[in-house]
Nanobody, 125 residues
């Protein structure tokens, strides 16, 4: 299993931007489909986005489509989640994880493993 470490979270005002990073150690991240998830207090973990292992496809939840962009830099062994036009409802702990399959047609938490420790994103004025 991969070891994944998220970073880049913080406090931002509504309408602001953050870029989250998901870094892998010991493995070539480009071989894997990677997903981003979030969990707000009192709510279930939900899928946000994923990027296929060959970069052929990406997927976004309706709630973030048009505002978030997932990408990867294989030279840095890192997957990014650029978050723009942030809203208070985006507040959550954000996690990245490795898919147990190669496709990226959805982000269902039970189909992912090797969860990182998460990074807190707070959108508030």
């Amino acid at each position: 299993q991969l070891q994944l470490v998220e970073s880049g979270g913080g406090l931002v005002q509504p309408g602001g931007s953050l870029r989250l990073s998901c870094a892998a150690s010991g493995f070539t991240l480009g071989y894997y489909t990677i997903g981003w998830f979030r969990q707000a207090p009192g709510k279930e973990r939900e899928g946000v986005s994923c990027i296929g292992n060959s970069n052929k496809n990406t997927y976004y939840a309706d709630s973030v489509k048009g505002r978030f962009t997932i990408s990867r830099d294989n030279t840095k062994n890192t997957v990014y989640l650029q978050m723009n036009s942030l809203k208070p409802e985006d507040t959550a702990v954000y996690y990245c994880a490795e898919a147990t399959h190669s496709h990226c047609y959805s982000v269902i938490p039970r189909e992912y493993r090797s969860w990182g420790q998460g990074t807190q994103v707070t959108v508030s004025s």
